[in-house]
């Protein structure tokens, strides 16, 4: 049975994102629960995701600038999120990507955390932060290094308040074992296939879309079509690259680049892709569900979050390597089958729906806590 109150601790509350659509199903799943997260500045257009909740926030809230520059601030959330009261909570719930684990329950508290990622770019990704942010050398970047030191010691104690870890793939089970060492259960994040229908069986274009960011690897996807002047790319996105990605697709009248689009024009866009192409290294990959839910196949870096969403050599393809020589090779492979059936593609995209994601993870957390209560009763017999 569930208990009585249930916490959900959320990291930020800034824009709109895919986290912030987990903790749409998140209250969902517990519409009585009270919401906590560091700071909250989440536009008013999207506030009423929130079910008519006002989240609790920390001191970093009321900090100088806080709106715009709080993740300057990172150094200080082990801190703050470590002050959060959950006296009289039976369950904590903490979706994070950065310290929500960290918050302190008691030995008669269950904390279930859901983990988009452990801080990437203070583990294994930190060598290509301080490159892309140009922190290589001198004092800021001894500072960062020191900085990412003490979170990566913070971060595994923070692991050890955790009494069941639900990981969004299994790369990211995998980060988890790795980081932490500790199991985590996999459930795909929820994803909105209501959204997406099959298009026209005429296609055209292949599509990519994308956040423009370096790590997203859209220059790979423009350098392979550049080669390939007889097929015609159209890329969806904005972001920080987008003067490079501009820049590198220069001349090439085969690619074009429409930047943001509206909601209605992006799934006419997927309904109308020959296939959805993608070069990054994803913890997940919700655009690549999409395109499924959307009937289309997806040519992908078989690394990452598209091994848990492409079923190879039905609804699309992974090439080894992140390499324009390795896209040319896939869509050539790609090509060379007869026929890519939109229904398998919108059968797999179904498999993430928000229904299953709201079933699976109650599920679990009910699970969890008859095992909790259970062991709990037996240690109060001795």
Not at 237 to 253: F, V, Y
Request: glycine share 6%; proline share 6%.
């Amino acid at each position: 049975m569930t208990p009585a109150r249930v916490a959900i601790v959320h990291e930020w509350l800034e824009n709109w994102a895919g986290s912030e659509h987990v903790l749409e199903q998140l209250i969902k799943c517990y519409p009585h629960a009270d919401l906590f997260a560091i700071v909250d500045f989440l536009p008013a257009a999207d506030r009423e995701k929130l079910a008519g909740k006002r989240p609790r926030t920390t001191f970093i809230q009321k900090l100088p600038f806080a709106r715009k520059l709080f993740r300057h601030y990172l150094g200080l959330m082990p801190l703050a999120v470590e002050q959060l009261d959950f006296t009289g909570y039976d369950i904590v719930i903490s979706s994070h990507h950065a310290v929500a684990k960290g918050v302190i329950t008691g030995p008669d508290q269950l904390h279930v955390s859901y983990v988009h990622s452990p801080m990437r770019y203070a583990w294994d990704l930190q060598n290509t932060y301080l490159r892309q942010s140009k922190l290589t050398r001198g004092p800021l970047s001894l500072y960062v290094r020191w900085l990412f030191h003490r979170l990566r010691n913070w971060d595994v104690r923070a692991a050890s308040g955790v009494d069941l870890f639900v990981a969004n793939s299994h790369y990211i089970a995998r980060r988890i074992r790795k980081t932490w060492r500790r199991h985590a259960f996999v459930l795909p994040p929820p994803v909105d296939v209501s959204r997406f229908s099959p298009g026209p069986k005429e296609r055209g274009d292949y599509v990519m879309v994308a956040r423009l960011v370096p790590y997203k690897r859209a220059d790979l996807v423009i350098e392979a079509f550049r080669r390939m002047p007889d097929k015609r790319l159209l890329v969806i996105g904005d972001g920080p690259e987008r003067a490079r990605i501009d820049a590198l697709a220069e001349g090439a009248a085969n690619i074009e680049l429409r930047g943001h689009v509206p909601s209605g024009a992006l799934v006419e866009a997927l309904q109308g892709a020959r296939a959805f192409v993608y070069a990054g290294e994803e913890d997940f990959g919700i655009s690549m569900v999409e395109a499924q839910a959307c009937g289309t196949p997806v040519i992908a870096y078989g690394r990452g979050g598209a091994c848990d969403i492409v079923i190879a050599g039905e609804t699309g393809i992974l090439f080894p390597d992140q390499t324009a020589e390795s896209i040319i090779a896939a869509i050539a492979r790609f090509e060379a089958t007869p026929t890519w059936e939109p229904a398998l593609c919108r059968a797999n995209a179904e498999r993430f729906s928000e229904e299953i994601f709201r079933t699976r993870f109650m599920e679990l957390v009910d699970a969890q806590w008859a095992e909790f209560m259970s062991g709990n009763s037996a240690g109060n017999s001795e």
